[in-house]
């Protein structure tokens, strides 16, 4: 029976593939685009801005000229399925990670049916929890502003969260180990790198439909900028590409003998998920917007808090880790806040971010240290 299920789940994997460059079209229907907040808050900054801001929200407003918000149907898309490059960087990307996956299973044979299992769980689970997190973040879009619950199965209309993905896929990696009845700190550790994989690889289908772009501090790091519509932005996937491959080598280092069962996992999520509030700030587009915040960096604290609980172990390190998590976000409002309304220059801003980060960091690396003495 178990033989059976998992053929079924091998093909059913195969059809994600397939599929995947059809359906990751990311289309122009985009709830950032076309929700009444968005227009509202470009009009309202085209009022003050300078400079490469003013000449987005020109571009976003086509000319510049502040108009009133029109309540107006989203476009319809055009019927039936087309290919697309950025499905196509997403594709690579599970294929090499699920094949890493599977590979692992040469060097760690008794590991075998949890990797496959992980590996065949990973493609159609990524695909359902990176759409499902986005749509939740969208609920009121969905549910209000369309009034059609129904776009939300049509994956095909873009809308989908890295983060959703992640989470999914290490939710494979645990039923993978259940099944294989294999631990899962040590499934986990394996799983963590294909899974940064996969996150290099969305850094070129970002790139691909000109998403992660923003236009900050071009004149402090010029050799991280880029043209595109005819503005100046900082190459935020490449900051990003950059970001996870140093991750991955870090990772490698990690699987050594000796290191408690999950800790490379841990240690690597914490890291992603701090980094990734940086990350996500930076792209400053607009995307998954909860007011002045990102949705997508309360999910990189949630998948950084656990990983710092772990690494701390004991109560005399997660009530300071907790407290640090607490005082972290708030100081992550404040300064969107700051961003998105103070005069105060960006670049200054930037390095309090880049310090505020870098001190949660030092916390849990130390974590960390003490962790694999253990």
Request: glycine share 10%; with cysteine; net charge neutral.
């Amino acid at each position: 029976m178990k033989k059976i299920l998992f053929l079924l789940l091998c093909l059913v994997s195969l059809a994600c593939l397939i599929a995947m460059p059809f359906l990751f079209t990311h289309s122009e229907m985009l709830p950032e685009k076309v929700t009444e907040y968005y227009e509202l808050k470009a009009q309202d900054q085209a009022q003050t801005a300078t400079g490469a801001d003013a000449q987005l929200m020109a571009l976003l407003l086509g000319g510049g000229v502040p108009a009133p918000v029109v309540e107006e149907a989203p476009a319809e898309t055009e019927e039936g399925l087309s290919f697309s490059v950025y499905g196509l960087y997403l594709l690579i990307g599970a294929v090499l990670g699920a094949g890493l996956l599977a590979a692992q299973a040469k060097f760690h044979p008794a590991l075998r049916p949890a990797l496959l299992w992980t590996a065949g769980l990973s493609l159609p689970l990524g695909m359902l929890g990176a759409r499902l997190v986005y749509c939740l973040s969208a609920i009121v879009f969905f549910l209000k502003d369309i009034g059609n619950p129904a776009a939300m199965l049509k994956i095909w209309e873009g809308g989908l969260a890295l983060t959703g993905a992640l989470f999914s896929v290490a939710l494979a990696g645990v039923i993978g180990a259940k099944i294989g009845k294999a631990s899962i700190g040590k499934m986990l550790d394996l799983l963590a790198g294909p899974m940064l994989i996969f996150a290099f690889f969305t850094a070129f289908a970002l790139k691909e439909i000109g998403m992660g772009f923003g236009p900050e501090m071009d004149a402090a790091i010029p050799l991280l900028t880029l043209q595109a519509d005819d503005i100046s932005r900082l190459n935020t996937p490449l900051l990003f590409m950059l970001f996870v491959v140093s991750l991955l080598i870090l990772h490698a280092r990690l699987l050594k003998k000796g290191r408690p069962q999950g800790h490379a996992f841990a240690l690597t999520a914490f890291l992603y998920g701090s980094g990734m509030i940086l990350m996500e700030s930076l792209r400053r587009d607009g995307h998954m917007l909860l007011g002045f915040v990102h949705v997508e960096m309360m999910l990189d604290m949630a998948i950084a808090l656990p990983a710092l609980l772990y690494l701390a172990r004991k109560a005399k390190r997660i009530i300071p880790a907790l407290g640090a998590s607490v005082l972290l976000s708030g100081a992550v409002i404040g300064l969107e806040f700051a961003l998105d309304r103070a005069s105060i220059g960006d670049l200054w801003l930037y390095l309090v971010y880049i310090a505020a980060i870098c001190a949660y960091l030092w916390l849990g690396c130390s974590c960390a240290k003490k962790a694999a003495a253990v």
